[in-house]
T-cell receptor, first 115, second 118 residues
Framework: DTAVSQTPKYLVTQMGNDKSIKCEQNLGHDTMYWYKQDSKKFLKITFSYNNKELIINETVPNRFSPKSPDKAHLNLHINSLELGDSAVYFC??????????????FGPGTRLTVL | AQSVTQLGSHVSVSEGALVLLRCNYSSSVPPYLFWYVQYPNQGLQLLLKYTTGATLVKGINGFEAEFKKSETSFHLTKPSAHMSDAAEYFCAVSDRRLYGGATNKLIFGTGTLLAVQP
């Protein structure tokens, strides 16, 4: 009964490739987020969707393209991968409807390694 | 804009000793504050949060934190450390604005790695 799940858990790929990370939540939340954690453990938000609408788009390269097919899913596609994209990517979700938008629940993370 | 500063990137305590992890915040509006824990190779788990009301907040695993507006602090404490508490701890503030435009993203501190010695 995993609340926020991500696939894959590990992703190793060559520079220049295109890859996708998937996230699903079964909490009934309407808002989802992608955070990036770098090698120094620093966490920063990249994107957020509410009801499939993009509401946060931090300064990230346009090689990153999130897609939310429905409220329960938020995928992240990365084109032309670069060494600096190596990081752990965390998905999170929260509920605006429950008046609890600020409490975010995180997935287990996807460790992306670009060689 | 909100920000969070965690003092001490590494803290080491003996098993059974008091745990004190420091967090100071900056916010132009009443802050919503959070502590998350990250065990090795795992995601983030919410320990506790402060939004409004009682300033002493109790969380899971025996942790608590006190919101002190005068000191702009939200330090995390636990009376007696256990080996299983060894992890990375993150303080965070929510991006809130009184008059709209809030994104509700979490702004994280740089984390404190807690080591517990036997």
């Amino acid at each position: 009964d995993t609340a926020v799940s991500q696939t894959p858990k590990y992703l190793v790929t060559q520079m220049g490739n295109d890859k996708s990370i998937k996230c699903e939540q079964n909490l009934g939340h309407d808002t989802m987020y992608w955070y990036k954690q770098d090698s120094k453990k620093f966490l920063k938000i990249t994107f957020s969707y509410n009801n499939k609408e993009l509401i946060i788009n931090e300064t990230v390269p346009n090689r990153f393209s999130p897609k939310s097919p429905d409220k329960a899913h938020l995928n992240l596609h990365i084109n032309s991968l670069e060494l600096g994209d190596s990081a752990v990517y965390f998905c999170a979700s929260s509920s605006r409807l429950a008046g609890n938008l600020d409490t975010q629940y995180f997935g287990p993370g996807t460790r992306l390694t670009v060689l | 804009a909100q920000s969070v500063t965690q003092l001490g990137s590494h803290v080491s305590v003996s098993e059974g000793a008091l745990v004190l992890l420091r967090c100071n915040y900056s916010s132009s509006v009443p802050p919503y504050l959070f502590w998350y824990v990250q065990y090795p190779n795992q995601g983030l788990q919410l320990l506790l949060k402060y939004t409004t009301g009682a300033t002493l907040v109790k969380g899971i695993n025996g942790f608590e934190a006190e919101f002190k507006k005068s000191e702009t602090s939200f330090h995390l404490t636990k009376p007696s450390a256990h080996m299983s508490d060894a992890a990375e701890y993150f303080c965070a503030v929510s991006d809130r604005r009184l008059y709209g435009g809030a994104t509700n993203k979490l702004i994280f501190g740089t984390g404190t790695l807690l080591a517990v010695q036997p």
